[in-house]
């Protein structure tokens, strides 16, 4: 009995972990499916040696921006060690969507044509460009915090999975614990 439980937890999450990968795609305006693959949605196997009790299959996402988007309530995300976050807003960015080290907002301070100003209450980095240098692009906003909303519920959608494909995967896994038992 503790094997077919074990199994069957653990394809629930496999089957929980597909679904969630689903559910991000269309929840979620993601660059790229780097953050969809199997291995950076990360699951914990249920092993029989826990007893039933305590048995537990767990999904969960590696990136810890991306939990914070799965999760169940706004967080508010603060620097650790400056005292501002720079949000990228103009920056130019490579085709995978990534901001080049050169133009973090660290390096890009060190830049001639780089400037740090303040219009209305948000403060933010410019860069003058053009002939003359007389136009200026805004590259990020630098703010104290940013409050991050849900994109998606991650409880619900592992629980709607686990109620639809729990008894299934049980059935199948009981099946075979019979069928390769020593008798």
């Known amino acids: 009995m ?9 394809h629930t ?6 679904d969630t990968a689903k559910a991000m ?3 979620m305006a993601l660059k790229t499916s780097y953050l969809t693959r199997k291995g950076q949605l990360s699951i914990t196997k249920a092993r029989k040696s826990d007893g039933l009790h305590r048995m537990a299959a767990t999904v969960g996402h590696k990136n810890w921006s991306m939990a914070e988007q799965m999760g169940e309530k706004t967080t508010i995300r603060r620097p650790n060690t ?13 085709k995978t969507g990534k901001i080049p080290r050169a133009l973090h907002p660290s390096r890009v301070f060190k830049k001639k044509n780089v400037f740090l100003s303040k219009t209305g209450n948000s403060e933010g980095i410019y860069q ?3 002939p003359k240098r007389s136009k200026r692009r805004l590259l990020y906003i630098r703010i104290k915090s940013q409050t991050i909303r849900p994109a998606m519920s991650f409880n619900d959608g592992v629980k709607k999975t686990a109620s639809r494909r729990l008894n299934k995967n049980f059935g199948r896994s009981m099946s075979r614990a019979l069928r390769t038992a020593k008798h």
Not at 82 to 94: D, E, N, R
């Open 13 to 18: 999450a496999q089957d929980a972990q597909t």
């Open 25 to 27: 795609t269309g929840a």
């Open 128 to 130: 003058h460009y053009g």
């Open 2 to 10: 503790p094997f077919a439980m074990a199994q069957a937890l653990t």
């Open 82 to 94: 400056s005292k501002y976050l720079y949000k990228p807003i103009g920056v130019k960015k490579t």
